[in-house]
C-alpha cells in the first residue's frame, strides 16, 4: 500500500522575488517546494508545480529555466518586461504575455503577467501594477477535482483572474466620470476638469490596449493541438473572451461620456466666450456716440453755431443720453446685454 503523502515545507523564506513554489497531485497541495526541485516534481505523474514570481532577478530565472528548459527569448521578455499581451509556442511549452491594472492614486496603473506553461508546470511572472495571485492559488485549491485538470486549469484561472481586476478599475473610472459629466453640464468646467478629462480618455484607451489583444491569447488557447491545453479547457477560454468583450464595451462606452463631456466643455468656453464678445461689442457702440459728439466739439472749429447757443451744451448732453439709452435698450432686447 502506497505511503500517503506529506505536506513538507523545504522552501527557503524571504528569496527576494519568489512568491511561492508549490507541488500539486490530483487537484491537492503536496509540498512548498524549492526552485531547484521543481523540475524534479514536475515529471512525477499527476503532478503539476506552480512557481509565482513578482519582479524576479536573472538569477532566480535562470535556475527556472534550468528546471524546465524554458527557451532563452522567452526569459528574455520575462525580464525585461514591456510586451504586448501575446501567446507564443517554444517547442512543447507556452509563453502566454498578459497586462494587468489597478487604480493607483487615481490613475489606472499598468503591470504585466509572464506566464510559461508546460507539461506539468506553471512560472507566473508578475511585473508592475499587478494583484498578488494568491486568492487565485487558494481558489484553485478550494476546487480539487477542477484544479486536478493540471496547468491548464491554473493558466485559464490567472487569466480570468487578470480580466475580472478590470472590472474595479472601469467601475471606479465610470463613477468619476458621472461626477465629471454632471458638473460638465451644471457650469463651466475647470482647466483642471478638462485636463482630467483628457487624462481619463487616454488612460481608456491604454486598458483597451491592454485587454483587447487578449480575445486573440484566448482563441488562440482554443485552438486545438496547443501543448498541455486539454480540449475541455476551451469552452473556459471562451467564456474569458466574452468577458473581455464585455470590459471592451463598457471602455468604449466610458470613452463616448468623455467626449461628450470634453465637447460640451469645448462649446460652453465658445459659448461663454461668444456671449463676452457681444458685451463688449454693446458697450463699446454706446460708448462710441458720446466719443463721436466730443471729438467734432473738440475740433476747435470756430462757426459751429452751437458754441453760441444758450441751449446748445445741454441739448447735446441730452441727445447723447437719448441716444446711448435707444443703444442700451435695443442691445437689452436682443440680448447682448
Request: proline share 5%; charged share 25%.
Amino acid at each position: 500500500m502506497a505511503k500517503p503523502l506529506k505536506l513538507v515545507s523545504v522552501q527557503p523564506k524571504g528569496i527576494p522575488g519568489v512568491v511561492a513554489s508549490v507541488a500539486y497531485a490530483e487537484g491537492r497541495r503536496v509540498a512548498d517546494i524549492a526552485i531547484e526541485e521543481a523540475g524534479d516534481w514536475s515529471h512525477k505523474p499527476g503532478h503539476v508545480v506552480w512557481i509565482g514570481l513578482h519582479e524576479p532577478s536573472l538569477d532566480i530565472l535562470r535556475k527556472v529555466q534550468a528546471q524546465f528548459g524554458l527557451h532563452e527569448l522567452a526569459i528574455e521578455d520575462a525580464l525585461k518586461a514591456h510586451q504586448r499581451p501575446k501567446v507564443e509556442q517554444y517547442g512543447e511549452a507556452l509563453f502566454v504575455v498578459a497586462r494587468t491594472a489597478q487604480m493607483l492614486d487615481g490613475r489606472i496603473a499598468f503591470g504585466e503577467t509572464h506566464l510559461f506553461v508546460g507539461r506539468g508546470y506553471v512560472v507566473s511572472v508578475r511585473h508592475g501594477a499587478s494583484t498578488t495571485y494568491t486568492p487565485v492559488r487558494e481558489r484553485c485549491e478550494a476546487m480539487p477535482t477542477a484544479f486536478s485538470e493540471g496547468e491548464d486549469f491554473i493558466l485559464y484561472a490567472i487569466l480570468d483572474f487578470i480580466v475580472d481586476n478590470y472590472i474595479p478599475v472601469i467601475e471606479a473610472v465610470q463613477t468619476e466620470v458621472e461626477e465629471i459629466e454632471d458638473s460638465v453640464l451644471g457650469a463651466q468646467p475647470s482647466q483642471d476638469q478638462i485636463g482630467r478629462i483628457y487624462q481619463l480618455r487616454r488612460d481608456l484607451l491604454r486598458l483597451r490596449n491592454a485587454a483587447i489583444p487578449l480575445v486573440e491569447v484566448c482563441r488562440r488557447l482554443e485552438k486545438p493541438g496547443q501543448p498541455g491545453i486539454d480540449a475541455a479547457m476551451h469552452p473556459l477560454f471562451r467564456d474569458v473572451s466574452d468577458h473581455i468583450r464585455q470590459v471592451q464595451e463598457e471602455i468604449e462606452s466610458l470613452r463616448e461620456v468623455l467626449s461628450f463631456a470634453f465637447e460640451t466643455s469645448l462649446m460652453t468656453g465658445q459659448a461663454q466666450q461668444t456671449e463676452i464678445t457681444r458685451k463688449l461689442a454693446a458697450w463699446a457702440a454706446i460708448l462710441a456716440i458720446p466719443t463721436a459728439v466730443a471729438g467734432i466739439y473738440g475740433m476747435n472749429f470756430d462757426v459751429v453755431p452751437e458754441l453760441h447757443w444758450k441751449y446748445g451744451y445741454p441739448v447735446v448732453l441730452v441727445v447723447i443720453a437719448l441716444v446711448c439709452g435707444w443703444l442700451y435698450w435695443r442691445f437689452r432686447q436682443v440680448r447682448w446685454l
